[in-house]
């Protein structure tokens, strides 16, 4: 019976109009699953916003904890042909470069005193 409105109100929260039917489809369906909690003679459509809201941050905190994913599709044989020739030497300290920078002479002599 408040299917525009509920509609509306989930289209505002998603900003998308395939969200907003998913949101109003998953919040029928809860109602559904739990209309023995609701009391006879309250508000129904303030019951029904509340789970809309509900669901919605619900799955938007479940988002939220979701590493991000991207697809691989776009990924080109010149970028994975580049990416497998560079080589990183990770976090080196500065101490570190400079004894690679040293004579080996130098290095044995400093390590003796």
Not at 65 to 81: G, H
Not at 91 to 98: D, F, G, Y
């Amino acid at each position: 019976p408040l299917l525009d409105q509920l509609y509306g109100a989930a289209l505002r929260m998603t900003r998308n109009p395939a969200d907003a039917e998913d949101l109003v489809q998953e919040t029928y369906v809860k109602a559904y699953q739990g209309f023995k909690s609701f009391k006879e003679g309250t508000n129904l459509r303030a019951w029904l916003y509340r789970i809309l809201t509900n669901t919605y941050i619900n799955s938007y905190r479940k988002k939220q904890r979701q590493p991000a994913q991207y697809p691989t599709d776009e990924i080109t044989d010149w970028q994975l042909a580049a990416t497998a020739e560079h080589t990183s030497t990770g976090l080196r300290s500065a101490e570190v470069e400079a004894l690679d920078a040293l004579p080996d002479d130098d290095i044995k002599a400093a390590l003796q005193e």
